[in-house]
């Protein structure tokens, strides 16, 4: 009965190691020293601009909130502190595995219907029906009851500002750069075929050719971060 019960977990791990091998082989180098240096991996950094730069980490998609700091971060500075056109940069990140992950954030319309993201996450309209589009890249204003619903409040109408303002293309059209965790997708393939949506490879093919524009696979988010802070960009954890 053991056996039985280990096997699968040793299948699962064993596959997990096969995919992030692939993604991330040869895509990041190390010094003799043993600390990361920039590769061809590396070349987003070159697209975050600005004198004000700032990468939010976020793996859970916690309806939106992530996203909202980003536009906080965006506006402050923009309202509170002057900044001008340009000087302010950001980076969002999407990986993990699991309905609360924020991996599923970085793909089209056509992958949320395709493989039911939005029940797959639990994220429902105001009628109740789980959404076919990617919800967080152009959202509207009826969709802010899914910020009033992750902090349990009242829909209140200032979300609707903050929904719509911290939608995905409007975060890039303020200089907003976002990233995707080769690794997790490739974990992330194997939970989609677990769950009977296909096979891993397939689907992997099929979700790399549906990216946002501008979305941009890394082979490891913790590199990611190692370089974004290397290159003076600085974190924050949500």
Same mark, same amino acid.
């Given at each position: 009965?053991?056996?039985?019960?280990?096997?699968?977990?040793?299948?699962?791990?064993?596959?997990?190691?096969?995919?992030?091998?692939?993604?991330?082989?040869?895509?990041?180098?190390?010094?003799?020293?043993?600390?990361?240096?920039?590769?061809?991996?590396?070349?987003?950094?070159?697209?975050?601009?600005?004198?004000?730069?700032?990468?939010?980490?976020?793996?859970?998609?916690?309806?939106?909130?992530?996203?909202?700091?980003?536009?906080?971060?965006?506006?402050?500075?923009?309202?509170?502190?002057?900044?001008?056109?340009?000087?302010?940069?950001?980076?969002?990140?999407?990986?993990?595995?699991?309905?609360?992950?924020?991996?599923?954030?970085?793909?089209?319309?056509?992958?949320?219907?395709?493989?039911?993201?939005?029940?797959?996450?639990?994220?429902?309209?105001?009628?109740?029906?789980?959404?076919?589009?990617? /919800?967080?890249?152009? =959202?509207?204003?009826?969709? $802010?009851?899914?910020? *009033? @619903? &992750?902090?349990? +409040?009242?829909?209140?109408?200032?979300?609707?500002?903050?929904?719509?303002?911290?939608?995905?293309?409007?975060?890039?059209?303020?200089?907003?750069?976002?990233?995707?965790?080769?690794?997790?997708?490739?974990?992330?393939?194997?939970?989609?075929?677990?769950?009977?949506?296909?096979?891993?490879?397939?689907?992997?093919?099929?979700?790399?050719?549906?990216?946002?524009?501008? /979305?941009?696979?890394? =082979?490891?988010?913790?590199? $990611?971060?190692?370089? *974004? @802070? &290397?290159?003076? +960009?600085?974190?924050?954890?949500?």
């Amino acid at each position: 009965m053991y056996q039985d019960a280990v096997t699968p977990r040793r299948g699962f791990l064993a596959r997990f190691s096969v995919a992030a091998a692939v993604f991330a082989a040869g895509a990041t180098r190390t010094s003799a020293a043993g600390t990361a240096t920039q590769t061809p991996a590396d070349a987003w950094l070159n697209e975050v601009k600005g004198t004000h730069r700032c990468l939010f980490d976020f793996a859970r998609h916690n309806n939106g909130w992530g996203l909202v700091h980003v536009l906080n971060y965006v506006n402050t500075y923009a309202s509170a502190y002057k900044a001008g056109p340009g000087t302010v940069g950001a980076v969002g990140t999407f990986y993990g595995i699991g309905a609360g992950s924020s991996i599923a954030l970085g793909f089209n319309d056509a992958m949320w219907a395709k493989y039911g993201l939005g029940e797959y996450h639990g994220l429902k309209d105001e009628a109740g029906k789980p959404y076919t589009r990617n /919800v967080f890249h152009r =959202p509207t204003r009826a969709d $802010a009851h899914l910020l *009033a @619903q &992750a902090i349990q +409040i009242p829909n209140l109408g200032a979300l609707g500002d903050l929904m719509t303002g911290a939608g995905i293309e409007s975060l890039q059209k303020m200089g907003t750069k976002f990233l995707m965790c080769a690794n997790a997708l490739g974990a992330w393939t194997l939970e989609l075929e677990a769950r009977g949506k296909g096979a891993a490879a397939t689907i992997g093919t099929d979700l790399r050719a549906n990216l946002l524009p501008g /979305v941009t696979i890394v =082979p490891a988010m913790v590199i $990611a971060i190692e370089q *974004a @802070q &290397a290159a003076g +960009i600085r974190y924050n954890r949500q």
